[in-house]
Nanobody
């Protein structure tokens, strides 16, 4: 069993920065993929970024160049550094973990095994 807890959300002005953290606990082992998703009001939960156990990263086009995902395996923590924030980045951000290896882009919700409860990010314009 794995538990994921997000933190670091808050209110920030457009153009500002924020860093989200996701702490994993329980029998995590070594997660194959850690990802971030977000869900804005009235919209579906969408993929933001993921990082594999190898350190390889992948980003959605909407955040590429502005967000950076990283992980500290010793601390069982994944981070999302968000820079140049826009009002359209406002959403609840969710951390997700996939424990199984596979062959895919890992951009869909069903490809992940565990989810955190989310942390609110609000960007004022």
């Amino acid at each position: 069993q794995v538990q994921l807890v997000e933190s670091g959300g808050g209110l920030v002005q457009a153009g500002g920065s924020l860093r989200l953290s996701c702490a994993a606990s329980g029998r995590t082992g070594s997660s194959y993929v850690m990802g971030w998703f977000r869900q804005a009001p009235g919209k579906e939960r969408e993929f933001v970024a993921h990082i594999r156990s190898s350190g390889s990263t992948y980003y959605s086009d909407s955040v590429k160049g502005r967000f950076t995902i990283s992980r500290d395996n010793a601390k069982n923590t994944v981070y999302l550094q968000m820079n140049s924030l826009k009002s359209e980045d406002t959403a609840v951000y969710y951390c997700a973990a996939r424990l199984r290896s596979g062959s895919s882009y890992y951009t869909a919700r069903y490809e992940y095994d565990y989810w955190g409860q989310g942390t609110q990010v609000t960007v004022s314009s």
